[in-house]
Every structure is written in structure tokens, then in C-alpha cells.
Nanobody, 122 residues
Framework: VQLQASGGGLVQAGDSLRLSCAFS????????MGWFRQTPGKEREFVAA????????YYAESVKGRFIISRDNAKNTVYLQMNILKHEDTAVYYC????????????????WGRGTLVTVSS
């Protein structure tokens, strides 16, 4: 399985950005898809996940109300719409896939993309 994240960049505080993550297999619908982020010297932290069954979405408190995760099973792609970005959202964002599970713990995810850098200037 390969995951390819894209859409990162440099934006100003208050702006919006949409990340995409393409999944390489047709079994995409069997995977819960998550977004995590990491800054230097810190642990990778959960941002959002969308479940494989039913499509329920889960968010970290720090992004709830600002970020929206969605998936398009026909395109094997998961998205993270990030609105009202803050300087503290600056991080490398990773997409990840968990086979038939629903977790916000990084260790539970089976496959990871390389990450895309989001920089929010204050």
C-alpha cells in the first residue's frame, strides 16, 4: 500500500488549505483513514480520522470546528479541509491507513504516507 499526501504549503493565519491523500489500492474502503501531524521534537499527534465503515469522523479537540476530514471511496482519496489556520497548526501532516479499525493512536495504523509540510505564518 502506498499513500501520497499533497496540498501542503505556506499560508497566513486565518487562511484555508486542503490536503489530499491518494491510496494506491482498490481496498481503500476497508481502511479507516487518519491524518496526523508532527513538529520537531514532539510526538506525532492525531488530527482527524474518518472510519472505514459508516464514514464517521473524529477530530482532535485542537482542530474541532476548523478542520473537516472526508473521503471519496470512488477516487481512493481522503481529504483534510483546514480552515481558520493558526500558527500552531504548522507541522508536517501525515496521512495513514488502518485496516478495518477506528483508532486515533498512531501505533494502530498500518500504512503511512511521507507527509506534507504546512506552514502557517502569524
Amino acid at each position: 500500500v502506498q499513500l501520497q499526501a499533497s496540498g501542503g504549503g505556506l499560508v497566513q493565519a486565518g487562511d484555508s488549505l486542503r490536503l489530499s491523500c491518494a491510496f494506491s489500492r482498490r481496498t481503500f474502503s476497508d481502511y479507516t483513514m487518519g491524518w496526523f501531524r508532527q513538529t520537531p521534537g514532539k510526538e506525532r499527534e492525531f488530527v482527524a480520522a474518518v472510519a472505514w465503515s459508516g464514514g464517521s469522523a473524529y477530530y482532535a479537540e485542537s482542530v474541532k470546528g476548523r478542520f473537516i476530514i472526508s473521503r471519496d471511496n470512488a477516487k481512493n482519496t481522503v481529504y483534510l479541509q483546514m480552515n481558520i489556520l493558526k500558527h500552531e497548526d504548522t507541522a508536517v501532516y501525515y496521512c495513514a491507513a488502518e485496516y478495518k479499525g477506528t483508532s486515533w493512536y498512531a501505533d494502530d495504523y498500518d500504512h503511512w504516507g511521507r507527509g506534507t509540510l504546512v506552514t502557517v505564518s502569524s
